[in-house]
């Protein structure tokens, strides 16, 4: 079955930057998203369509693309923006949904 | 805007059956599909299965294809998660999710979350 990989975790001092990457042999064909998910909340979208971002997701969170890597980037990091950071794309055929294995970014 | 409320926590046996709920408001539930993602204790995100509720087109990752049922009723914009004999292993928080789509692709990703379920299966 198709995978994405993260790195486990990130560790970023207050106001430095912060990147996440994941890596999938479809993303050069499929879009990525990325999806914050704080202790005990529900995860909340915050880059889509590689580098979109919803409305009410601070501009310091910003998404990239290269070849079977896609990178999320979060710029003068805060202390909220600590938690778990996924993912999440499709297949090939564009028919079985996945998420990353997740990244714990600690400020 | 979208909201998507689930039903409360559940504490079942092994070998209990269970049909959890997603209730949509703020919008017609036809409008876009609805997902199912499991979150096992201390675990990531897992897609299991994705429902368009207008005319309950449903497909399922490999992973539960077999293991789950995902069902809606459009008429009181709800969708639905169950299983027919819970295992120790189905301990979870269930979300459910909504995927807008045009009429060529669904590029949203998952853009509304509800809450979480939290079930537990214990002997």
């Known amino acids: 079955s198709y995978e994405l990989t993260q790195p486990p975790s990130v560790s970023v001092s207050p106001g430095q930057t912060a990147r996440v990457t994941c890596s999938g042999d479809?993303?050069?064909?499929?879009?990525a998203y990325w999806y914050q998910q704080k202790s005990g909340q529900a995860p909340v979208l915050v880059i889509y369509k590689d580098s979109e971002r919803p409305s009410g997701i601070p501009e310091r969170f910003s998404g990239s693309s290269s070849g079977t890597t896609v990178t999320l980037t979060i710029s003068g990091v805060q202390a909220e923006d600590e938690a778990d950071y996924y993912c999440?794309?499709?297949?090939?055929?564009?028919?079985?949904?996945?998420f990353g294995t997740g990244t714990k970014v600690t400020v | 805007e979208v909201q998507l409320v689930q039903s409360g926590a559940e504490v079942k046996k092994p070998g209990e059956s269970l049909k959890i709920s997603c209730q949509s408001s703020g919008s017609s539930l036809t409008n876009y599909w609805i997902a199912w993602v499991r979150q096992m204790p201390g675990q990531g995100l897992e897609w299991m299965g994705i429902i368009y509720p207008g005319d309950s087109d449903t497909k399922y990752s490999p992973s539960f294809k077999g293991q789950v049922t995902i069902s809606a009723d459009k008429s009181i914009s709800t969708a639905y998660l169950q299983w027919s004999s819970l295992k120790a292993s189905d301990t979870a928080i269930y979300y459910c999710?909504?995927?807008?789509?045009?009429?060529?692709?669904?590029?949203?990703?998952?853009?509304?979350w509800g809450q979480g379920t939290l079930v537990t299966v214990s002997s």
């Open positions: 999440q794309s499709v297949d090939s055929n564009g028919t079985s949904y996945v």
């Open positions: 999710a909504t995927l807008h789509c045009t009429s060529t692709s669904c590029l949203s990703g998952f853009d509304y």
């Open positions: 479809a993303l050069p064909k499929q879009y």
